[in-house]
């Protein structure tokens, strides 16, 4: 069965260091993964996504994520965070299922990022 | 481009009544998704639309939760009647594929773009 998992509710970090927020991820086959942005009361955004090709993926506002497909991870990264990136993060992967594909969205991870 | 369009933003029922939520996605965009995202939880699909057919409903509660794109376009999602489990916020999403979706295809890999959702209250 396709799953997505993001193990930390919440990530910590000081403006001006890096950032990490974690994804795991389970499917059959080869899976397509993204990474989206929810601000409050605001809709998902996308940042960026890994379909093939190079394993570090750039996206928007200096993100960037790799991809490694041995661990089935897909860790989203930035050098320096900012306060502005503070925000809730959701991994996503689509996959070949019974039926077509389909998109399965983790439970997000906060992030917060101190002045 | 203008991106989805949902409306309302906000809406507070009393259980038992019924709801209704309207998405317009972007122009061009066969592909029509609503999720339901409760607070805490990542987005859960309800509903699939493919123009105007339905691709995968496996997760829409069908004894109360409803939906329609008759047109291809612009769709709406009814509830009724309510259950206080139901508060969450309902997002509309919209893709971009063609016209025949083949399993193989790179427009498989593109991204939705989503609106910025109904926060339903039922009280």
């Known amino acids: 069965a396709q799953s997505v998992a993001q193990p930390e509710d919440q990530v910590n970090v000081a403006e001006g260091n890096p950032l990490t927020v974690k994804c795991t991820y389970s499917v059959s086959g080869n899976p397509y993964l993204f990474w989206y942005v929810q601000y409050p009361n605001r809709g998902l955004q996308f940042l960026l996504k890994?379909?093939?090709?190079?394993?570090l993926v750039k996206g928007s506002y200096g993100f960037e994520a790799e991809f490694n497909k041995s661990q089935t991870s897909f860790h989203l990264k930035k050098p320096s965070a900012l306060v502005s990136d503070s925000a809730l993060y959701f991994c996503?992967?689509?996959?070949?299922?019974?039926?077509?594909?389909?998109?399965?969205f983790g439970a997000g991870t906060r992030l917060f990022v101190k002045a | 481009e203008a991106g989805v369009a949902q409306s309302p933003r906000y809406k507070i029922i009393e259980k038992r009544q019924s709801v209704a939520f309207w998405c317009n996605p972007i122009?061009?965009?066969?592909?029509l998704y609503w999720y339901q995202q409760i607070l805490g939880q990542g987005p859960k699909l309800l509903i699939q639309?493919?123009?105007?057919?339905?691709?995968?409903d496996s997760q829409l509660p069908k004894d109360r939760f409803s939906a329609e794109r008759l047109k291809g376009v612009d769709s709406t999602l009814k509830i009724q009647p309510a259950k206080l489990e139901d508060s969450a916020v309902y997002l509309c999403a919209s893709r971009r594929t063609p016209r025949t979706e083949r399993l193989i295809s790179p427009f498989m890999n593109t991204e939705a773009f989503f609106g910025q959702g109904t926060r339903l209250t039922v009280v």
């Open positions: 122009s061009g965009h066969a592909t």
């Open positions: 890994y379909i093939t090709g190079d394993n």
């Open positions: 639309f493919q123009n105007n057919g339905v691709v995968d």
């Open positions: 996503a992967v689509r996959a070949i299922n019974t039926g077509g594909f389909k998109t399965i």
